[in-house]
Structures are given as structure tokens and as C-alpha cells.
């Protein structure tokens, strides 16, 4: 079993949000309560999770080539939450995706500090 060093960890989080944001497309794609109907997705809702696709390709890309790694942590951070409040107030539901950014934000929080420890 190969065990991954933790200098690994921010680029295991960015393939991570590369997923998460695919399947919250998917997940609100298919729900019919939210976010515009059954295979529908309002204006907002696109635009917002295919800006987060993009950050999350951008931020991978970044973190493989070893650029900003001083800096994007804080960016990262921050961008995660302000998506997380995006999608919240865009979707505003029970059954939408933003408490999974939620969890994922905090879940990176959390391990990050353990790390520093």
C-alpha cells in the first residue's frame, strides 16, 4: 500500500473539488426541486458551477505545476466558502448541494490544522 506523504494533501483536496463540482452539476442537472426543474438549470446556477469548475481545474493545474504554493491556500480558503455562500443562496433548499461545500470546507479546515499540528 503506497502511503502518500502530506505535502500530497492539496492536491488530493484539488482533485477532490474537481469531483465535487461535477457531481453538484449533476446533482442539481437531475433534481427537480431545485435550481430551475427536472433537467433544467437557471441562468445563476450555471454560470456560478461552471465558475467553480473552473476554479477547481485552474487551482489542480496550479498546485501540479507548483505555482503559488505560499499563497493558494488563503485564496483557496477563501473561494471555497464564497462558492459554498453562492450556491447556498442560489439554491436554497434542503436537498441542494451547498451543505456539501460546506462539509467540504470545513473537512479541509480541519485537516489542515491536525497537519500543522
Known sequence: MKVHPFSDLDLDIARTRIVLSLLAMLSLYIDP?????????????LATLLCHLTYSVGTYFLLESQ??????PTATTLLDLFFAMAIAYLTEGQTGPSYV?????????????????
Not at 67 to 72: E, F, S
Open 101 to 117: 461545500f460546506s462539509c467540504s470546507r470545513l473537512s479541509r479546515s480541519a485537516c489542515a490544522q491536525r497537519c500543522v499540528q
Open 33 to 45: 426541486t431545485t435550481a430551475g426543474g427536472l433537467f433544467h438549470l437557471t441562468f445563476y446556477v
Open 67 to 72: 505555482i503559488g504554493k505560499r499563497w493558494l
